[in-house]
């Protein structure tokens, strides 16, 4: 019943959401999810870093230990940006979960493709390719990035650096694509680890009276 001389109705305004988004929701994570997330980011990590400085670390005296160093560098990068968007973000990782799959998919298929034309190359290569696949696939919007980055990198240098040749730029552009796909790690971690608000949008309640 309305009250004879005064009725107050109180309207919860939300704004500032995050744009496309049909409802303001918070997110959150779980003891799983962070495993799950260190597993797959240290396996992308690793994969990153092995596949981004095979080229570059052979140029160098260290060779495979270089390579090595960095797989354990990225390893670690991707292990602790997973853990943490797990712990604060599950559906995060799901995706991250997903999109490696479908990498894995395509490394497979294209070692497939490639193996009955390329020599020596086994099962076990096609199945490295496809774990490549499925690194990048984990962060694949910063491996795009990379890539493109890398690989502009690398046609500049093959026009104006003597001695830097096609199989440089190749090396280029995949280091950039590694690059980028670890960074893509690390921004996730920070905007998974920071205050929501300043992620989904900010919730403004305003309270409207209305008087009869």
Same mark, same amino acid.
């Given at each position: 019943?309305?009250?004879?001389?005064?009725? =107050?109705?109180?309207?919860?305004?939300? #704004?500032? @959401?995050?744009?496309? &988004?049909?409802? @303001?929701?918070?997110?959150?994570?779980? =003891?799983?999810?962070?495993?799950?997330?260190?597993?797959?980011? !240290?396996? *992308?990590?690793?994969?990153?870093?092995?596949?981004?400085?095979?080229?570059? @670390? /052979?140029?160098?005296?260290?060779?495979?230990? @270089?390579?090595?160093?960095?797989?354990?560098?990225?390893?670690?990068?991707?292990?602790?940006?997973?853990?943490?968007?797990?712990?604060?973000?599950?559906?995060?990782?799901?995706?991250?979960?997903?999109?490696?799959?479908? $990498?894995?998919?395509?490394?497979?298929? &294209?070692?497939?493709?490639?193996?009955? +034309?390329?020599?020596?190359?086994?099962?076990?290569? #096609?199945?490295?390719?496809?774990?490549?696949?499925? !690194?990048?696939?984990? &962060?694949?919007?910063?491996?795009?990035?990379?890539?493109?980055?890398?690989?502009?990198?690398?046609?500049?240098?093959?026009? =104006?650096?003597?001695?830097?040749?096609?199989?440089?730029?190749?090396? !280029?552009?995949?280091?950039?694509? !590694?690059?980028?796909?670890? /960074?893509?790690?690390?921004? *996730?971690?920070?905007?998974?680890? $920071?205050? %929501?608000?300043?992620? *989904?949008?900010?919730? +403004?309640? +305003? %309270?409207?009276?209305?008087?009869?």
């Amino acid at each position: 019943m309305i009250h004879r001389n005064r009725a =107050t109705v109180v309207g919860i305004l939300l #704004v500032l @959401c995050n744009p496309g &988004a049909a409802v @303001c929701q918070e997110t959150s994570g779980s =003891t799983g999810a962070a495993i799950a997330g260190a597993a797959l980011g !240290a396996y *992308s990590g690793a994969m990153l870093g092995t596949m981004g400085s095979i080229v570059p @670390c /052979t140029q160098t005296y260290w060779g495979a230990k @270089c390579v090595g160093w960095s797989a354990v560098f990225g390893g670690a990068i991707g292990l602790s940006s997973g853990a943490v968007i797990g712990a604060n973000d599950s559906d995060e990782i799901k995706r991250a979960v997903e999109t490696a799959g479908i $990498g894995f998919g395509i490394g497979v298929v &294209a070692g497939l493709v490639i193996k009955p +034309i390329a020599q020596r190359v086994g099962w076990q290569d #096609v199945a490295a390719v496809g774990l490549m696949g499925g !690194a990048v696939g984990a &962060a694949p919007k910063g491996a795009v990035i990379g890539l493109g980055v890398g690989t502009v990198v690398g046609f500049t240098l093959s026009r =104006t650096v003597d001695g830097f040749n096609l199989p440089d730029a190749v090396g !280029a552009a995949i280091a950039g694509a !590694a690059v980028g796909a670890l /960074t893509d790690w690390v921004v *996730s971690a920070i905007n998974a680890s $920071g205050d %929501p608000a300043t992620q *989904s949008g900010a919730r +403004i309640t +305003i %309270p409207v009276s209305v008087r009869f």
